[in-house]
């Protein structure tokens, strides 16, 4: 399969309500097929970067269990982590940071804004995808002990470089794109990326990848929220 590849999952959909009343001696009774249906606020750019961020901070999850595996002396979960490699691949690297790249950082330039963290982040950029390629490669196949270090040591290298770098984009980077970004581009900008998203992804989009990170995450035990909460 091609690195590039992701395994294909599905899901999304979300709500809307309205209520009405009219004071005085006379209630007026609208028929449930007459009334609008509430139209679902449009994701912002930022929003939909941050929640990328989201399944980014899931997969970092992923390698640390498989760090923790390999040097507790267990079987590499190599099938798993392959999985993992495969979205940070195909939906962080080749689309989350390709929207960066092409929408945000170059906006920032242009208003002399944050351009010394720009260039730190493509930099991180950079070195993140050869991480990823030596990850996909390593974990094709079962590793031996030598290998298995090798993959130790780049997860751990990934996890440490995207964990303050993707906090400096949605505490620092994001709001100011907002900021020298006017309202009406913004606007064209978030149906841009939803329409990249579904091209890419299917009609399920961001939801479909969250679906394949759960799967990852339920292979290797760790879904369930509560083990993360310290005994009282």
């Known amino acids: ?17 309205s209520a009405a009343a009219l004071a005085g001696a006379v209630t007026v009774a609208v028929p449930a097929a007459a009334a609008v249906p509430e139209q679902e606020a449009e994701v912002t750019p930022p929003e939909d970067l941050m929640r990328e961020h989201g399944v980014l901070k899931r997969i970092l999850l992923v390698y ?14 190599a099938q798993p982590l392959n999985a993992a490699a495969r979205i940070i691949r195909g939906f962080i690297e080749d689309y989350h940071e390709h929207l960066e790249e092409k929408y945000v950082f170059p906006r920032l330039c ?13 930099l991180q950029h950079r070195r993140g995808r050869a991480l990823t390629g030596r990850i996909l490669t390593a974990t094709r196949h079962a590793t031996g002990a030598g290998a298995a270090h090798t993959l130790v040591a780049d997860m751990a290298a990934f996890v440490r470089m995207y964990e303050p770098h993707e906090a400096r984009e949605d505490t620092v980077v994001f709001p100011a794109f907002r900021e020298v970004v006017p309202a009406k581009e913004f606007l064209r900008l978030a149906e841009l990326f939803e329409d990249v998203e579904h091209r890419r992804f299917g009609p399920r989009g961001f939801e479909g990848v969250v679906g394949q990170v759960a799967d990852i995450e339920k292979a290797l035990g760790i879904y369930d929220l509560s083990r993360f909460t310290p005994a009282g």
């Open 1 to 17: 399969m091609d690195d590039r590849d992701s395994p294909a999952v599905r899901r999304r959909d979300l709500l809307g309500l």
């Open 64 to 77: 640390r269990e498989g760090i923790r595996r390999i040097e507790a002396g267990e079987r590499t979960p």
């Open 110 to 122: 242009e208003a002399g804004r944050l351009t010394g963290t720009v260039s730190v982040l493509l």
